[in-house]
């Protein structure tokens, strides 16, 4: 009897694996469910708690259980609107706002409804292309360096648009800043040079400011302030809120764009209906603010800057090229600086070099490659986050908001953030025999 064999009918996602953020997760889970030791520096996590006021409006949330509108909780796409305008210095309209189970659906809902070529700069975060690729959209990518801080130029934009005979042709840019992979932003000046291209070739921006709260002086720009008629601004709760596990994100539309959104929206309505009724209550109280998120944020900023400021300092001794990082929880490494030292040990590539790390001395971080760099590239992304939150921010509470921290907090309240990473240094100094 013959069997038949089934038949994949989706040819967009063939050889495709799980994100690779969340499988790193995964694996360090198990690692440490066996019983090592684990460093874990691969997934973007937050480190800090919800914070209690927000929590406290979820439990009173709980009763409810309505489905609300697709695009969302009126009363919390007011408060996004007034979030976006006095942070961002933007209008911002609630009509404008859509809320979603997560920035990442959003995005992937956005090219759904979207019809054009998306580009993205290299590296990016690890999800951008791959939903292009399962949508079957036109993808382009622009490869930024070290040297230019991992940063894509108007100029190189406007290379990329004038090769192309049709200018005009829908286009959709993905900006993320600041940065995951890199922890860096863009400045004023290059923002505004980037908006000229977009404006000049009618290029929709997909500004991705998940990270905007986690600045670390608190000096986020957005590019709507720029380009407003042609931007989209994605927020959410996971990375400013230390809310992943809730699933809830934010579009922010400007009017002339409204088309998208009701696009999106109608998308959106035959596959999640709507996002869980007592998160968006709770988050009406989060993107509302006061005293408390605000004084949370600062110590949130004033740890993070003082821990990426010394991983990178260690990770440079080591002879790693790595910018300090001005926002988020991130570290983009390139080890090219020692490309002929690690090829002596067999690791001519990113996702050999992070086995072999992950295998000899139990610190995961995630090879470039699965941040839109080629295989060969010699980078990884190292996210700072595998220390107890909670606990140092109670510390950096005892500490006056005008003094820095003390040279000993992130070793005594961050210490696998830096054990981890000084087990890093300490193997890259090694000839590997000992390993």
Not at 332 to 339: A, G, I, K, V
Request: glycine content about 8%; hydrophobic content about 40%; charged content about 20%.
């Amino acid at each position: 009897m013959n069997a038949t064999k089934p038949v994949s009918l989706n040819l967009n996602v063939r050889g495709m694996g799980p994100s690779a953020t969340l499988a790193i997760n995964e694996r360090c889970r198990e690692l440490r469910r066996q019983g090592h030791s684990i460093y874990n520096m691969g997934l973007g996590q937050s480190p800090f708690p919800v914070p209690d006021s927000v929590v406290e409006a979820l439990r009173l949330a709980a009763p409810e259980k309505d489905y609300l509108p697709v695009k969302g909780l009126r009363e919390l796409r007011g408060a996004v609107a007034e979030f976006h305008h006095q942070h961002d210095h933007i209008e911002a309209h609630p009509d404008g706002v859509i809320i979603g189970p997560g920035s990442k659906e959003l995005m992937f809902l956005v090219q759904v409804a979207y019809y054009g070529e998306i580009i993205v700069t290299s590296p990016c975060w690890v999800s951008y292309m791959p939903q292009a690729r399962i949508i079957g959209r036109k993808l382009s990518r622009i490869y930024t360096t070290y040297e230019q801080g991992w940063k894509v130029t108007a100029e190189q934009l406007l290379r990329s648009f004038e090769i192309v005979q049709d200018d005009l042709r829908p286009r959709l840019l993905v900006l993320n800043y600041p940065s995951n992979p890199t922890g860096l932003t863009y400045s004023v000046d290059e923002l505004k040079e980037i908006a000229e291209v977009a404006r000049r070739f009618q290029t929709i921006i997909l500004s991705d400011e998940i990270y905007a709260e986690l600045h670390h002086t608190g000096g986020h720009t957005s590019i709507a302030r720029f380009y407003p008629e042609g931007t989209i601004v994605s927020s959410g709760l996971s990375k400013w809120c230390g809310a992943g596990g809730w699933r809830l994100g934010t579009f922010c539309f400007p009017p002339n764009l409204y088309w998208l959104l009701d696009a999106l929206a109608a998308v959106a309505s035959e596959t999640y209906t709507s996002v869980c009724a007592p998160i968006q209550y709770a988050a009406v109280r989060a993107f509302r603010g006061g005293v408390d998120i605000e004084r949370y944020l600062w110590h949130a900023r004033r740890i993070l800057a003082a821990l990426g400021r010394q991983c990178a300092q260690i990770l440079r001794q080591a002879g790693v090229q790595v910018h300090t990082p001005v926002g988020a929880f991130y570290l983009f490494l390139d080890f090219s600086p020692l490309r002929e030292q690690l090829a002596q040990r067999g690791l001519a590539s990113g996702p050999a070099l992070c086995n072999r790390l992950l295998d000899e001395v139990n610190v995961a971080i995630l090879p470039g490659g699965a941040f839109a760099r080629s295989r060969t590239d010699l980078t990884a992304r190292l996210a700072y986050v595998d220390f107890d939150g909670a606990r140092a921010l109670a510390a950096s509470e005892n500490v006056p908001v005008h003094d820095d921290l003390p040279a000993d907090f992130t070793r005594q309240w961050c210490e696998r953030v830096i054990r981890g990473v000084e087990r890093l240094a300490e193997w890259l100094g090694t000839d590997g025999t000992d390993s």
